[in-house]
């Protein structure tokens, strides 16, 4: 017979894409989930329906029948692992980056900020964090209890078809609204990684059946961490309009909040090393190009106005007080007073650099 697989979630934006992969292998594949959503591309395959939040109910669900390997998307991962404990012979699961100190507070750290690139040897949240963190970082260590060789994944914010929480929205609603111009705090230079849907499942599949990911915990991204200016000049792109992002800074510009998911523009951005190399590891669809993907997606499939995905958002998209703030910036910008014009020298670069603005002949530093 066939390996068999269990898949508990199975619907969400990485499931369909994680069945393929685990069928691919030569796996056949039984998904558990609640059955509020299905979708066609799982249709094919047997289907348990139970409350996934519930240990005890998952068991019942399937019973006595035992499986070689179990990925746990979705449900209560520690009520899952323990209910699972003799019944799997690899148990692979998906949790998430907020396990790291600061990810939901980056003042954690001082100065304030995760490390960059924080990998999977990077300081875990504690019982003095949020709650949230302190809950994911618990269950990971309970989950290993029960399953000393499993396999465990952090995810980072997931993108593409389906995402309850579309960071792009941010931007192409606002460009179907007509607007051109669109604020971004402090430059838009703030970095995180994120997970397109399909590349996250083509990391997870790729630890079943291998034996290097057993008792190993792997962050997970795409290899590529955008900025916030190149995610809403890639959106634009693939929307086919010019924008004008304006930069104002974080603390000015509170309509950006919904954008940078945090009180601060420091970043989040994950070492994903330890995937790439163990597992062999690499994006099924490049950044940019997964980006674009989910802008058109968003653009053929736009939540609706006030809508579930627009109040985890929390973004209002009140023109009226972005056109304010613009109005005021402009306005501010154009009494600016540059305090070296008259100076008999202007700040430099740096003798070093070598780039756009400098200017020739330099001095001659050589004693």
């Given at each position: 017979?066939?390996?068999t697989?269990?898949?508990?979630?199975?619907?969400?934006?990485?499931?369909?894409?994680?069945?393929?992969?685990?069928?691919?292998?030569?796996?056949?594949v039984t998904?558990?989930?609640?059955?509020?959503?299905?979708?066609?591309?799982?249709?094919?395959?047997?289907?348990?329906?139970?409350?996934?939040?519930?240990?005890?109910?998952?068991l019942?669900?399937?019973?006595?029948?035992?499986?070689?390997?179990?990925?746990?998307t979705?449900?209560?991962?520690?009520?899952?692992?323990?209910v699972?404990?003799?019944?799997?012979?690899?148990f692979?699961s998906?949790?998430g980056?907020?396990?790291?100190?600061?990810?939901?507070d980056?003042?954690?750290?001082?100065?304030?900020?995760m490390?960059?690139?924080?990998?999977?040897?990077?300081?875990?949240?504690?019982?003095?964090?949020?709650?949230?963190?302190?809950?994911?970082?618990?269950?990971?260590?309970?989950?290993?209890?029960?399953?000393?060789?499993?396999?465990?994944?952090?995810?980072?914010?997931?993108?593409?078809?389906?995402?309850p929480?579309?960071?792009?929205?941010?931007?192409?609603?606002?460009?179907?609204?007509?607007?051109?111009r669109?604020?971004?705090?402090?430059?838009?230079?703030?970095?995180?990684?994120?997970g397109?849907?399909?590349?996250?499942?083509?990391?997870?599949?790729?630890?079943?059946?291998n034996?290097?990911?057993?008792g190993?915990?792997?962050?997970?991204?795409d290899r590529e961490?955008?900025?916030?200016?190149?995610?809403?000049?890639?959106?634009a792109?693939?929307?086919?309009?010019?924008?004008?992002?304006?930069?104002?800074?974080?603390d000015?510009?509170?309509?950006?909040?919904?954008?940078v998911?945090?009180?601060?523009?420091?970043?989040?951005?994950?070492?994903?090393?330890?995937?790439?190399?163990?597992?062999?590891?690499?994006?099924?669809?490049?950044?940019?190009?997964?980006?674009?993907?989910?802008?058109?997606?968003?653009?053929?499939?736009?939540?609706?106005?006030?809508?579930?995905?627009?109040?985890?958002?929390e973004?209002?998209?009140?023109?009226?007080?972005?056109?304010?703030?613009?109005?005021?910036?402009?306005?501010?910008?154009?009494?600016?007073?540059?305090?070296?014009?008259?100076?008999?020298?202007?700040?430099?670069?740096?003798?070093h650099?070598?780039g756009?603005?400098?200017?020739?002949?330099?001095?001659?530093?050589?004693?």
């Amino acid at each position: 017979m066939p390996p068999t697989a269990l898949l508990i979630g199975g619907t969400g934006p990485t499931g369909p894409h994680i069945l393929r992969a685990l069928e691919a292998k030569g796996l056949t594949v039984t998904i558990v989930h609640s059955g509020r959503h299905e979708l066609d591309e799982v249709a094919h395959v047997e289907h348990l329906h139970t409350d996934v939040r519930s240990g005890r109910a998952v068991l019942d669900a399937i019973g006595d029948r035992t499986f070689d390997a179990a990925v746990v998307t979705y449900g209560r991962l520690r009520e899952i692992a323990e209910v699972l404990e003799g019944r799997v012979g690899q148990f692979v699961s998906i949790g998430g980056a907020p396990a790291y100190r600061g990810f939901f507070d980056p003042d954690r750290f001082e100065p304030a900020g995760m490390p960059v690139p924080t990998g999977e040897d990077g300081p875990t949240s504690t019982g003095d964090d949020d709650a949230k963190s302190d809950r994911i970082r618990r269950t990971e260590q309970a989950l290993f209890a029960h399953h000393p060789s499993a396999t465990h994944f952090r995810y980072p914010y997931v993108y593409g078809p389906r995402q309850p929480v579309p960071r792009e929205w941010y931007f192409v609603r606002r460009l179907r609204d007509g607007r051109r111009r669109i604020v971004v705090p402090d430059g838009g230079l703030t970095l995180a990684t994120y997970g397109y849907a399909e590349n996250l499942a083509h990391g997870v599949a790729l630890a079943v059946g291998n034996d290097r990911a057993a008792g190993e915990i792997f962050n997970l991204g795409d290899r590529e961490a955008l900025t916030l200016a190149q995610v809403g000049a890639i959106c634009a792109d693939a929307l086919g309009h010019d924008v004008d992002l304006v930069s104002i800074p974080w603390d000015l510009a509170p309509c950006t909040r919904p954008l940078v998911g945090q009180h601060r523009t420091t970043h989040r951005v994950l070492d994903i090393a330890k995937a790439v190399h163990l597992l062999g590891y690499d994006d099924v669809v490049p950044a940019r190009a997964a980006l674009a993907r989910a802008a058109r997606w968003l653009n053929e499939h736009p939540p609706g106005p006030g809508g579930i995905e627009e109040q985890v958002l929390e973004d209002p998209f009140d023109y009226h007080a972005e056109d304010l703030l613009l109005a005021w910036w402009d306005d501010a910008r154009a009494s600016y007073a540059d305090p070296h014009v008259d100076r008999p020298t202007r700040p430099g670069y740096g003798l070093h650099y070598g780039g756009p603005g400098t200017s020739y002949p330099r001095p001659d530093t050589r004693s």
